[in-house]
Nanobody
Framework: QLQLVESGGGLVQPGGSLKLSCAAS????????IGWFRQAPGKEREGVSC????????NYANSVKGRFTISRDNAKNTVYLQMNSLKPEDTAVYYC?????????????????????WGQGTQVTVSS
């Protein structure tokens, strides 16, 4: 099995930056696409970004394009989400999740059910 742990959340002012980390342990010999999702109170979970096992394909929600960057360091079993120019509407709990079904070159944000491993989440609050 695979375990995922998010870190890096916190309180920032609008326009500020945070870098989230998703560290994997356990069955790390397998290949996984990693997705970042977020959920605010009273709202449905939404996909933010994902990255293929190869690192060569990335996808972003329209609301974060140009502001967020996803990357991975497979040698460290870690995926990062660099978040710049943060807005109050980015406030949410951010989760990383692993998907083994999208292939070496793929990642998918359209359906969270395909992600079979989830971290515990990290709170991101953007407020002045």
């Amino acid at each position: 099995q695979l375990q995922l742990v998010e870190s890096g959340g916190g309180l920032v002012q609008p326009g500020g930056s945070l870098k989230l980390s998703c560290a994997a342990s356990g069955s790390t010999k397998d290949y996984y696409a990693i997705g970042w999702f977020r959920q605010a109170p009273g709202k449905e979970r939404e996909g933010v970004s994902c990255i293929s096992p190869s690192g060569g394909r990335t996808n972003y929600a329209n609301s974060v394009k140009g502001r967020f960057t996803i990357s991975r360091d497979n040698a460290k079993n870690t995926v990062y989400l660099q978040m710049n120019s943060l807005k109050p509407e980015d406030t949410a709990v951010y989760y990383c999740a692993a998907d083994s079904r999208s292939g070496w070159f793929g990642c998918n944000l359209s359906g969270s059910s395909r992600y079979n491993y989830w971290g515990q989440g990290t709170q991101v609050t953007v407020s002045s």
